[in-house]
């Protein structure tokens, strides 16, 4: 804590926060004003149980300074607000290996909440047509990550949802133009350009809640909009 002027400096904050372009690496949000925190994924201080039982009392304390162990959250991701947020929250599966000392990476332990750097475990989340969080796979253990990820991310406060649902519609709108303009006999090229360029923009890596709109196109049964999600890097 004597210390926490390393990860707090802004030059830390501006390059983690630019990796995402801006956006909360839990939530995918950008608010221009937020108080953006610099978390440790695995805490520093004091690790706790999802029956906020205590796993390590003094948390993961050599990754402190560890850049490896950064992620940019926004204030309701990482702090306890409104029965959500990580704050010292660490979860492991039950009975998994617990790092005991500084030379163990934790490559063998098992935790619960996802990790924004790790491609796999972004891939376990997906969304639906009310902005909700769903899980993307039928694993029974990679369902409970993404419940507990959902309830210590705060994944489900309503504003978050109510953002999401917005991109959604959005999305749904341009689909149902690219649609309209590909009715046969009644085909309209300049609708189809224009819907598709709006689709572009909105699952651009730089846009808030991309991945909910690459949801939307993924979900659609519309072979043409899915192409689109392909083609484009998540």
């Not at 162990?69 to 009975?95: D, H, M, V, W």
């Not at 406060?157 to 109510?162: A, G």
């Not at 991309?210 to 083609?231: D, K, T």
Request: aromatic share 8%.
């Amino acid at each position: 804590k004597a210390n926490d002027r390393i990860w707090s400096d802004r030059r830390v904050k501006e390059t983690l926060m630019a990796i995402s372009h801006n956006k909360c690496w839990y939530s995918e949000v950008s608010e221009t004003m937020s108080d953006w925190h610099v978390d440790h994924f695995r805490p520093k201080n004091l690790s706790l149980a999802i029956d906020r039982s205590v796993l390590h009392a003094e948390g993961y304390w050599w990754l402190a300074f560890n850049w490896t162990n950064y992620r940019i959250a926004s204030t309701y991701c990482n702090c306890r607000r409104e029965g959500g947020g990580k704050g010292e929250y660490f979860p492991l599966q039950i009975g998994s290996a617990l790092c005991a000392c500084h030379t163990d990476p934790g490559a063998t332990e098992l935790h619960c909440l996802l990790d924004p750097t790790c491609a796999d475990d972004v891939k376990l989340i997906s969304f639906n047509e009310a902005g909700q969080v769903i899980a993307a796979s039928s694993d029974e253990w990679e369902n409970e990550r993404v419940k507990v990820s959902v309830e210590l991310y705060n994944l489900e406060h309503s504003r978050l949802v109510d953002a999401r649902k917005r991109v959604w519609d959005k999305c749904h709108k341009y689909i149902q133009r690219m649609k309209n303009g590909s009715t046969p006999g009644n085909e309209n090229l300049e609708t189809i350009t224009l819907a598709i360029e709006d689709i572009r923009e909105l699952i651009n890596q730089m846009e808030p809640l991309s991945s909910v709109a690459r949801a939307c196109l993924m979900q659609s049964g519309f072979q043409p909009a899915i192409e689109i999600a392909n083609s484009i890097p998540a």
